[in-house]
């Protein structure tokens, strides 16, 4: 299973765009990119997922790179509720084996 | 309606007890997860069941041992515990069969032995 890197934090002006990167160059070809975020004391929230097209769902925009080595989490309008610990996983289609999450990045919205 | 409910949300309890959390989704999906998230914050998969079978048993003492009485619940049960099983449980649910379908995760429950 292909592993992922993130930076461990971010801050991001509330109403601005923030832009999480994530790196997994060992991503095979059936591997889908997925995104979480985890709101202290909550569970973590599926965000959105995608293989090599571009996405974009109500909550957020996945951007990944035509090598498929890297992908970019873009929420638009960031708000203070949008504080949270942002994962970025992958996962083969179909497979049940769910990947533990890594450390993930911390993004903090600042008013 | 929440999909995914577990309980208890806090569990104190001494060391040597054996307890259990009770995991249940109402979204119709096949497989079901524990995972535990430690201090540092890491969420590493405990155990997976598709349809009642286990298919994932991640090294994990045999002090843990899942039960699914139906497709719709996930119980861990918890045997002589000690203070290393002090964390956060997620039970997490997804509808596999061949598709994509995310996690969706409980709010978890917050075991503190003492």
């Known amino acids: 299973d292909a592993k992922t890197t993130q930076p461990p934090s971010m801050d991001c002006a509330e109403g601005r765009a923030a832009n999480l990167p994530c790196n997994h160059s060992?991503?095979?070809?059936?591997?889908?990119v997925y995104w979480y975020r985890q709101i202290h004391s909550q569970g973590p929230q599926y965000i959105i997922h995608?293989?090599?097209n571009n996405e974009t769902n109500e909550m957020a925009s996945l951007i990944i790179t035509e090598d498929r080595k890297s992908s970019t989490l873009i929420l638009p309008h960031a708000t203070l509720r949008d504080t949270a610990v942002y994962y970025c996983?992958?996962?083969?289609?179909?497979?049940?084996?769910?990947?533990?999450f890594g450390s993930g990045t911390q993004l903090t919205v600042l008013p | 309606d929440t999909a995914v409910s577990q309980t208890p949300k806090y569990l104190v309890t001494q060391m040597g007890n054996d307890k259990s959390i009770k995991c249940e989704q109402n979204?119709?999906?096949?497989?079901m997860y524990w995972y535990k998230q430690d201090s540092k914050k890491f969420l590493k998969i405990m155990f997976s069941?598709?349809?009642?079978?286990?298919?994932i048993n991640e090294t994990v003492p045999n002090r843990f041992s899942p039960k699914s009485p139906d497709k719709a619940h996930l119980n861990l049960h918890i045997n002589s515990l000690e203070l290393g099983d002090s964390a956060v449980y997620f039970c997490?649910?997804?509808?596999?069969?061949?598709?994509?379908?995310?996690?969706?995760f409980g709010n978890g429950t917050r075991l503190t032995v003492t």
């Open positions: 997490a649910s997804s509808q596999e069969n061949g598709g994509v379908s995310p996690l969706h």
């Open positions: 060992t991503i095979s070809g059936n591997e889908y």
């Open positions: 995608g293989l090599k």
């Open positions: 996983i992958v996962r083969v289609r179909g497979s049940a084996r769910q990947l533990t």
């Open positions: 979204l119709g999906h096949d497989t």
């Open positions: 069941y598709n349809n009642k079978e286990l298919i």
